[in-house]
């Protein structure tokens, strides 16, 4: 009886370890399903109707851009032409009425536009012994130059 008594034993043990790996299993399974179902559920519900394909805009030509637009800078002016050398960026400050522009030889400058272009004032404010590329005005009206060598 001993003998048989002990393949019952390790049975029941077995059996008690399937049952604690199933449970995980279960776990899982119903973590993963249980939100599939209800989206499932959701989009059944949901009263979506798709538009019509667009047969006819198909069937159009398409349009073709211009290559050239002869009247971009019409009314525009030149500033700061020949003072201004390899000009890469700009930032407007709307208080003071200046622009701020980086240049090829390390120079960020301020130009200060009057009534016509003859009387624009480009002076050298900043060297910053780089190349700034960028340039961007911060809260408190500071300019933040973005430097491609520093």
């Known amino acids: 009886m001993a003998t048989k008594s002990k393949p019952a034993s390790s049975s029941s043990s077995s059996n008690s370890t399937s049952r ?6 279960f776990t ?5 399903l249980s939100p599939v179902l209800v989206a499932t559920l959701v989009c059944q519900l949901d009263s979506f109707e798709p538009a019509h ?14 290559k050239k637009n002869d009247h971009m ?7 700061g032409f020949k003072q ?7 930032a407007y400050d709307s208080n003071s009425g200046v622009i701020y522009t980086s240049c090829a030889d390390g120079w960020v400058k301020r130009v200060t536009i009057n009534d016509s272009v003859s009387d624009t004032i480009v002076e050298n404010w900043v060297n910053t012994g ?3 590329l960028g340039l961007a005005l911060g809260h408190d ?3 933040i130059v973005a430097d491609a060598y520093k």
């Open 141 to 143: 009206s500071e300019v």
């Open 28 to 32: 899982v399974l119903l973590t993963v």
């Open 84 to 90: 201004l050398i390899g000009p890469e960026d700009i």
């Open 73 to 79: 800078l019409q009314g525009s002016e030149l500033v």
């Open 20 to 25: 604690k790996t199933s449970w995980p299993f």
């Open 53 to 66: 394909f667009p047969i006819h805009e198909l069937t159009q030509p398409p349009l073709k851009a211009l």
């Open 130 to 132: 780089g190349r700034p």
